[in-house]
């Protein structure tokens, strides 16, 4: 009987396994941004109310019921974890899910995964999306992502996902259900959609990728990197496609975000160095607004 018991519980702390220990959940109105981010370790997001996330540096066991994920650069720390994505949902019996990747590397991905696959001998099923800067995605009726134009050393996109609502449009707010019920019927367009920017992702970039994209300013919460405190010993190399500390401080002004998330901070930086450094360049975003992860 004790041992039943022993072996019930096994089985249900391992249906219960989940690695929410490891990352951050973070709330913003009515989404929650769940994720972790260190240079050169590992990045992944997701939001879990719009059912997708942002890139496959990790992949907490919990995480494989999001279906769509977008990736924002194919450099190890942010796609490690895609065939142990890929597997574990073909394994839990889940339908494929899409990814979305720079075009420029669509081929290589496929190779990657075609690799596994031939590890493995078993298929890994996904559907690869190629995308670039400018292009619209229509996700569901309330949410649509855009493509943003990043710069990083090797290709790159940010995302931004837009909650969408249809809004009368003013000449036809004076009629009744039922003239507004025939215009329908009729074919008329009698609405127009509004968009709300909820969450921007970065990706890695320099502070080019956030200028040139100005609604990711405007996002309710901004998933952004600040990978160096300060330009490196080395010299400026390593701050190519990156940003620090100082292009938030020349920036603290354009940021509208209820949520600023500042993450991809290189493990070069001790945590206390990095919490001091904010507090004496940065007092006037410390206002709640920003989660450093
Ligand atoms: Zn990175
Ligand atoms: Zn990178």
Redesign the pocket.
């Known amino acids: 009987m004790a041992q039943n018991k022993k072996n019930k519980q096994e089985s249900n702390d391992s249906l219960d396994y989940n690695e929410s220990s490891t990352y951050r959940k973070i709330k913003c109105d009515t989404f929650t941004i769940e994720g972790f981010s260190r240079?050169?370790v590992m990045t992944f997001w997701r939001i879990p109310e719009f059912k997708l996330g942002f890139d496959l540096g990790w992949q907490p066991w919990e995480f494989m019921g999001s279906p769509k994920w977008f990736i924002s650069?194919c450099?190890m720390?942010?796609v490690l974890a895609l065939p142990a994505y890929l597997a574990r949902r073909r394994m839990m019996l889940m339908d494929p899910p899409t990814l979305y990747v720079p075009e420029q590397k669509v081929g290589d991905l496929r190779q990657f995964i075609a690799a596994f696959c031939k590890l493995e001998q078993s298929a890994l099923p996904c559907d690869i999306i190629g995308v670039r800067p400018g292009d619209e995605l229509d996700l569901s009726r309330e949410l649509v992502a855009t493509v943003h134009k990043t710069y990083?050393?090797?290709p790159?996109v940010g995302y931004i996902v837009w909650e969408r609502r249809k809004k009368l449009k003013p000449e036809y707010l004076e009629l009744t259900g039922e003239q507004i019920r025939d215009l329908n019927l009729a074919g008329v367009e009698i609405s127009y959609e509004i968009r709300f920017p909820r969450v921007a992702f970065l990706?890695?970039s320099s502070a080019r990728g956030l200028d040139e994209n100005p609604d990711m300013y405007r996002a309710d919460a901004l998933i952004t990197e600040m990978t160096h405190l300060r330009v490196p010993a080395n010299g400026g190399a390593q701050l190519k496609?990156h940003m620090q500390l100082d292009d938030y401080v020349a920036r603290q002004d354009k940021f509208q975000n209820k949520k600023i998330i500042l993450s991809h901070v290189s493990i070069r930086y001790p945590q206390n160095d990095i919490e001091r450094q904010l507090k004496i360049k940065l007092p006037g975003l410390l206002d709640g607004r920003i989660e450093l992860v």
């Open positions: 240079a050169p650069h450099h720390d942010h990083h050393t090797v790159s990706g890695d496609g």
